[in-house]
T-cell receptor, first 113, second 112 residues
């Protein structure tokens, strides 16, 4: 079953604009990770934020985590056409001694030139 | 290429046939995961290996599915008597720390 829900399901913007995607989840987590998936391809790991962190940056990516609201957001600044992809949040959940990633349903981002 | 490698990338099979997929993880990673992804959905966990031991299997993994990691390196996922509902992308991931997971390009299975 999928734990996370991404919002919006689809997002269409122009190059140079910022894109914000949100993720909500249901259970306690060790960490939350964001992945990118180009059409028909594998997932690329973008960033991991631990449950005791509130904000993390990596290049043009900014991730926030609010464990009290069980939500996270991914901000991509100054978007490029190459950012067009599906973005998934995945919660790291401890399960019988190991961490299992539970993915959301994804946000499809389209960046137009 | 030092990433996770999966083979084949695409597989078309007739209903009722058996198929086997292979995953080669990043060499120093002792943790290996299989996920399944259907169209428009996020990946769903199937099974987990630590070294050669299969420590967890999802209820999604019916009796027709079997996974192995015989020497704690590469892994295989076999589906017996395939059904149309098995059509999906099968993703393998590996991890060193158990936190960040690195995924392969996946094997897209189509059952006709």
């Amino acid at each position: 079953s999928q734990q996370g829900e991404e919002d919006p399901q689809a997002l269409s913007i122009q190059e140079g604009e910022n894109a914000t995607m949100n993720c909500s989840y249901k259970t306690s987590i060790n960490n939350l990770q964001w992945y990118r998936q180009n059409s028909g391809r594998g997932l690329v790991h973008l960033i991991l934020i631990r449950s005791n962190e509130r904000e993390k940056h990596s290049g043009r990516l900014r991730v926030t985590l609010d464990t009290s609201k069980k939500s996270s957001s991914l901000l991509i600044t100054a978007s490029r056409a190459a950012d067009t992809a599906s973005y998934f949040c995945a919660t790291g959940v401890m399960n019988t001694g190991f961490q299992k990633l539970v993915f959301g349903t994804g946000t499809r981002l389209l960046v137009s030139p | 290429d030092t990433g996770v490698s999966q083979d084949p990338r695409h597989k078309i099979t007739k209903r009722g046939q058996n198929v086997t997929f292979r995953c080669d993880p990043i060499s120093e990673h002792n943790r290996l995961y299989w996920y399944r992804q259907t169209l428009g959905q996020g990946p769903e966990f199937l099974t987990y290996f630590q070294n050669e031991a299969q420590l967890e299997k999802s209820r999604l993994l019916s009796d027709r599915f079997s996974a192995e990691r015989p020497k704690g390196s590469f892994s295989t996922l076999e589906i017996q008597r395939t059904e149309q509902g098995d059509s999906a992308m099968y993703l393998c991931a590996s991890s060193l720390t158990g936190a960040e997971a690195f995924f392969g390009q996946g094997t897209r299975l189509t059952v006709v």
